[in-house]
C-alpha cells in the first residue's frame, strides 16, 4: 500500500500495518456496510492535538445506528484508541480513519448477523488535500451529472461506506475533465456538496453555507461558521442554485481532508476574479490559527494526544 500507516489500533490490539487484514467473505468489502471517520491531528504549541473529536467520535456512533450496527467499544474507547494511535505513531500532524464495518460471518444482503462489527483506527502523515497549489489557484469545479442521492435513497447525514460510490463516481467525471473537484447537486437541482465537502459562498460581506438538506452535516461548516461570526460575517443559511454559485463574489469548500479550499472557477465560469477570494483565504488563516492551537479562543475544540 503506498499509505505508510505504521501501527494500527484494530478491535482493542495496536498491530502493524501489514498484520492489519481481513477476509475476502467481509460483508463490508461485498456490500459498503462500514461507516468511518475522516479526523485530522494538528501540531500545536503543546503538541500534537485532535480537532473536535467529541463531534467526530459521535457521529462515528450516529452513523452506526443508521445501520444497526453494534460498535462493540464505547465513545471513550474509541477516542481513546484515536489518541493512542496518533501518540503511538509519533505523528506530529495527521489524518486519522476510524473505521467499524460488517465483518466475515454471513454474506447475505442483510449484514445484522454479522454484529458486533469489527472496528479498527489507522492515521497517516497527509498535507493539504487538494495541494498547495490548488489552493492558491483554487480550486476548478464541475457539476456533475451525478446527483447527490436523496435522503430517502441513502442516509446522507450518516457517514457510511456505500454513500461514497456516488462521490466515487462523481470524482472520477471531474478529475476525468481535468477539473480538481465535483460539485453535485441535489435531485431538484440545487447546490448540495462536493464529493467530500460542505459548500459556502461570499456575496459581498455576506457569508452563505448551503442548508444541510441531503448533506453530511459537517464539522468544518460548524467550526467555519463560528469562526466567521467571531470575525465580524454576517452568515445565512440557504439552499441555493448554481448559477447563484456563478454570479458569487467567492466560493470555497470545506472539510476535514480539504480544510478550506477556495473555488476559482465552477464549470468553466471565473469565480469572482478566478483567484482564491480575499474573505475565503482571511477564514482559511483564522481557520488554520484554531486547528493548529495559535488562537486559544478555540482550544476547546482540541484533545491534546499527549
Ligand atoms: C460528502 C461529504 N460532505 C462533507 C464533508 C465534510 O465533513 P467534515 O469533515 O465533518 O467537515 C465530508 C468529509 N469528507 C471526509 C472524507 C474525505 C475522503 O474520504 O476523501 C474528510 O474530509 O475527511 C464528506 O465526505
Redesign the pocket.
Known sequence: SRIKAGLIWMNGQMVPQEEAKVSVLTHALHYGTSVFE?IRAYDTPKGPAIFRLPEHVERLFHSAKVLMMEIPFTPQEISQAIQQVVRENGYKSCYIRPLAWMGAHTLGVNPLPNNPAEVMVAAWEWGTYLGDEAVRKGARLITSSWARFPANVMPGKA?IGGN?VN?ALARIEAQQQGADEALLLDKEGFVA??????IFFFKGNTLYAIEHSV??M????DSVIAIARDLGYEVRECRATRDQLYMADEVFM?????EITPVSYLDHRAIGKGVAGEHTMRLRRAYLEAVQGQNLKYEAWLSYVN
Open positions: 475522516g457517514k461514497y462521490s456538496e462536493g464529493s467530500g465537502e460542505n448533506n453530511l459537517g464539522i468544518t461548516r470545506v472539510g476535514t481532508a480539504a
